[in-house]
């Protein structure tokens, strides 16, 4: 008998995949891993290959979604001196603070704009010697690796970015000055075909620099030199303050204003799990720069405004004093 044909080898591209949990289907063994807090996947990853594999799958943060128990991280980016750091805080009060960084991106610009897809952080463009650039630095933070995406069609600084049905929106951060940069004025990237097209734009709405942008009742709010403009998707221009869906109008959250700085600049905010959290730069000691947290249950009081109270504020980190807050993202894994 050759051994193409031996009983020991033939078959063996068939055989079942290994059990992840000994007497129990795959299917079920997944569900009971997907159930595991994350804070306690770095132990379990040690049990053997199959476990460290299925705990860094696309499987396991689809199946952790469907169950429900996806866990919401701060993910923070902090220029210091003339290099960028990435942080991310994954346990908070009542639990002691830790605050872990996470491997350097590549290569980030000045200006980058930043949208979170799934368990994905998109950076996009920013300046390189004064020249906006059309490339998306990818990071996945299942498994903590950057890798290169599409680039976009044309490269921008200071652009506003948001995610509506699945999809990235990006707009502004270029001069309106030749007509490849009117076209593609707004650009959408689309992750099923994985590349980049052209969004239509009104001539109104076409400013060059976006301040910041956030992603309110599936529209992107975008803070511009002269106001700010709403991407409906349809256009419209408008101004930036704290928005109530349901009245469609911008209020001011009240009662949180002895708890927190008066903040001029160097802070930024993001929603982590239906909380608003509020990163922002501090004094510190003359040499180093304090970095502070705090997260903020907001609420509609009786007469329909908005109210806040601080579930939590500490100093999360400190470094050199050149340093500066650049965003923060929320990404649910």
């Known amino acids: 008998m050759s051994s193409a044909t031996s009983p020991s080898t033939a078959g063996d591209s068939d055989a079942p995949p290994p059990l992840l949990i000994p007497s129990l289907p795959n299917d079920v063994a997944l569900q009971c891993l997907a159930r595991t807090p994350r ?4 132990t379990l990853s040690l049990v053997s290959k199959s476990w460290r594999s299925i705990l860094k799958s696309p499987l ?6 469907l169950l429900s128990c996806t866990q919401h991280f701060l993910y923070l980016n902090i220029r210091i001196n003339s290099s960028f750091r ?5 346990q908070k009060p009542p639990n002691p603070i830790i605050l872990s960084q996470v491997p350097p991106i590549p290569s980030q610009a000045i200006g980058s704009a930043f949208a979170v897809l799934g368990p994905k952080i998109y950076v996009m463009g920013g300046s390189v ?7 998306v630095w990818v990071f996945n933070c299942c498994i903590n690796q ?3 995406g599409p680039k976009m069609r044309v490269g ?5 970015a948001g995610v509506v049905d699945g999809r990235i929106y990006v707009m502004g951060g270029c001069l309106v000055d030749t007509w490849a940069k009117s076209t593609n004025w707004a650009e959408v990237f689309d992750p099923v075909v994985g590349r980049w097209a052209t969004v239509v734009s009104p001539v109104e709405v076409r400013e060059k620099w976006m301040h910041a942008s956030a992603v309110v009742g599936g529209k992107v709010f975008a803070m511009a030199d002269r106001g700010g403009v709403v991407f409906n998707p349809k256009w419209r221009l408008g101004r930036i303050r704290g928005f109530d869906v349901e009245k469609d109008t911008w209020k001011e959250v009240k009662g949180i204003d002895e708890g927190l700085p008066k903040f001029l600049c160097g802070a930024t ?6 909380r608003l959290v509020v990163v922002w730069e501090g004094k510190g000691n003359g040499k180093e720069m304090e970095v502070s947290c705090a997260e903020i249950d907001v609420r509609k009081d009786g007469d329909g405004g908005l109210s806040g109270s601080i ?3 500490y100093v999360i980190l400190s470094v050199p004093i050149v340093s500066s807050i650049v965003h923060c993202l929320a990404v649910g894994l």
């Open 60 to 65: 396991l943060f689809t199946t952790r979604s």
């Open 39 to 42: 804070s306690h996947h770095p």
């Open 269 to 274: 905010m993001a929603n982590v799990g239906g």
């Open 146 to 148: 950057w890798e290169i």
């Open 86 to 90: 990435w942080f991310t805080l994954s």
């Open 311 to 313: 579930i939590w504020s």
């Open 156 to 160: 921008r600084e200071f652009a506003a």
């Open 129 to 135: 010697n004064d020249i906006p650039s059309r490339n």
